[in-house]
């Protein structure tokens, strides 16, 4: 039989059922930081609802939780621990001239 011909076949894996990350007795709010601190990455951004297997729903309003709890300083607005910074190369600083063009 021609392997172009072959008709398609589904592999028959056996998948295991992930748990929702939120259960239903959990309060979305800015003041609940072990539920609101699973979704926000190491560098303090909140994560994409994909990674986090969210409702879009459940993403808005823990969207909203993280941007109260940062206001309010529950939360950092960046985690600058394990980011490394690049030194500063120093520019030249010279002042600019204009250079005129005339018109004959």
């Known amino acids: 039989m021609d392997k172009s011909k072959r008709p398609l076949l589904k592999?028959?894996?056996?998948?295991?059922?992930?748990?929702?990350?939120?259960?239903?007795?959990?309060?979305?709010?800015?003041?609940?930081m072990s539920l609101i601190s699973r979704f926000i990455s190491e560098q303090g951004k909140i994560l994409s609802r994909r990674v986090n297997r969210l409702t879009l729903k459940q993403q808005r309003l823990i969207t909203i939780a993280i941007k109260q709890a940062r206001i309010l300083s529950l939360?950092?607005?960046?985690?600058?621990k394990n980011v490394e910074r690049k030194e500063s190369i120093p520019r030249p600083t010279r002042l600019r001239t204009r250079t005129r063009t005339r018109n004959n």
């Open 11 to 32: 592999s028959k894996r056996s998948f295991r059922r992930r748990l929702p990350p939120i259960q239903s007795g959990d309060r979305i709010d800015y003041r609940n």
């Open 75 to 80: 939360l950092p607005f960046l985690n600058n």
